[in-house]
């Protein structure tokens, strides 16, 4: 019987690995004992307010933790 290579990381295909929502990724870095900061929290209830794509939210992220001057 012949082999199959089956892969869903290639063009045209679904893509491979899935999206976490919030609370499941808090469910699963609270086993690891990582727990989100007052500020992460609010700032991620600030972009479900406000109605941010996902590229608008890492530009956020990541000014928001970028040395200021």
């Known amino acids: 019987m012949a082999s199959r290579n089956r892969r869903t990381d290639t063009i045209g295909s679904r893509p491979a690995g899935f999206i ?14 990582i ?4 500020a992460s929290r609010a700032r991620a ?15 956020e992220i990541i000014g928001a933790h970028r040395p200021q001057g």
């Open 35 to 38: 727990h989100s900061g007052t």
């Open 45 to 59: 209830a600030d972009f479900e307010r406000r109605g941010l794509s996902a590229e608008e939210r890492r530009r």
């Open 20 to 33: 976490v929502g919030r609370a499941a990724f808090e469910a699963i870095s609270a086993v690891d004992g």
